[in-house]
């Protein structure tokens, strides 16, 4: 199988979960690490527009918009973003771009489409990028093109985001693994990496352990390139 197959089997599979509300992996509260680290993380800047790919229809969007800040999003699953608008009880403007539609609100605009076919255009002015669950959504190969993509189109981004990182060999993604190592290999040369928090939270994720996992790590990790 080509890695262009394999992208869009995968891609196929997130517009069926999201079709037939298989949607275990989303939260219903806000992300309490962003609660906790972005007001540090900002200091006395709330302005600026933060883009969250692979957004879902995370309740993080709406804790951003009452912040102050601007949104870009992107989400491959129109449900989701009709859903996401929905909970920010907003009707949207709805447009075209280049890879679909584009949903828009009071300083929000969600692209629906897969976030590699982004250019410059959709992410002019982004300051911040917020990956909750981005990377760890992506196998390996689509990941490498995907952190290489933001490097290219958001060079000067400052990002947070957060990983899961397992027993490859116990169990498969996704959610998929994703190592500090790997983060470092990808951003080390153009950012200042730090990993900010580093928890084993598997006997919070049931699920997890039926997998035969003995360990399951979060961490966060927040970049400024130099």
Same mark, same amino acid.
């Given at each position: 199988m080509?890695?262009?197959?394999?992208? $869009?089997q995968?891609?196929?599979?997130w517009?069926s979960r999201?079709?037939k509300?298989e %949607?275990?992996?989303? +939260?219903? /509260? #806000?992300?309490?690490?962003?609660i906790?680290?972005?007001?540090?993380?900002?200091?006395q800047?709330?302005?600026?527009?933060?883009?969250?790919?692979?957004?879902?229809k995370?309740?993080?969007i709406e804790y951003?918009?009452?912040k102050g800040?601007?949104v870009?999003a992107?989400?491959?699953?129109?449900?989701?973003v009709q859903?996401?608008f929905?909970q920010?009880?907003m009707?949207p $403007?709805?447009k075209?771009w280049?890879?679909?539609l584009?949903?828009?609100?009071?300083? %929000?605009?969600?692209? +629906?489409? /897969? #976030?590699?076919?982004m250019?410059?255009?959709e992410?002019?002015?982004?300051?911040?990028?917020y990956?909750?669950?981005a990377?760890?959504?992506?196998?390996?190969?689509?990941?490498?093109?995907?952190?290489?993509?933001?490097k290219t189109?958001?060079?000067?981004?400052?990002?947070f985001?957060?990983?899961?990182?397992?027993?490859?060999s116990?169990t498969?993604g996704?959610?998929?693994?994703?190592?500090?190592?790997?983060?470092?290999?990808h951003?080390?040369?153009s950012f200042?990496?730090?990993?900010i928090l580093?928890?084993?939270?598997?006997?919070?994720?049931?699920?997890?352990?039926?997998?035969?996992?003995?360990s399951?790590?979060?961490?966060?990790y927040?970049?400024?390139?130099?």
């Amino acid at each position: 199988m080509d890695e262009q197959t394999h992208h $869009d089997q995968l891609n196929s599979q997130w517009h069926s979960r999201w079709q037939k509300n298989e %949607i275990g992996f989303h +939260v219903s /509260d #806000v992300q309490p690490w962003l609660i906790s680290h972005w007001p540090l993380f900002m200091g006395q800047n709330s302005s600026g527009c933060v883009f969250v790919p692979l957004c879902g229809k995370t309740l993080d969007i709406e804790y951003f918009l009452i912040k102050g800040q601007k949104v870009i999003a992107c989400e491959l699953s129109e449900v989701a973003v009709q859903q996401l608008f929905e909970q920010l009880g907003m009707t949207p $403007d709805i447009k075209k771009w280049a890879g679909g539609l584009v949903y828009s609100g009071t300083h %929000i605009t969600v692209y +629906v489409g /897969d #976030v590699l076919v982004m250019s410059e255009q959709e992410l002019l002015g982004v300051d911040y990028i917020y990956d909750r669950a981005a990377l760890i959504a992506l196998p390996k190969e689509t990941r490498c093109l995907y952190m290489a993509q933001l490097k290219t189109l958001c060079p000067k981004a400052k990002q947070f985001i957060i990983t899961l990182d397992y027993d490859q060999s116990v169990t498969e993604g996704p959610p998929f693994a994703v190592s500090e190592q790997e983060i470092h290999e990808h951003y080390a040369g153009s950012f200042n990496v730090k990993r900010i928090l580093h928890e084993d939270i598997i006997e919070d994720e049931p699920r997890f352990k039926k997998r035969g996992l003995l360990s399951l790590h979060e961490s966060l990790y927040w970049l400024e390139p130099f």
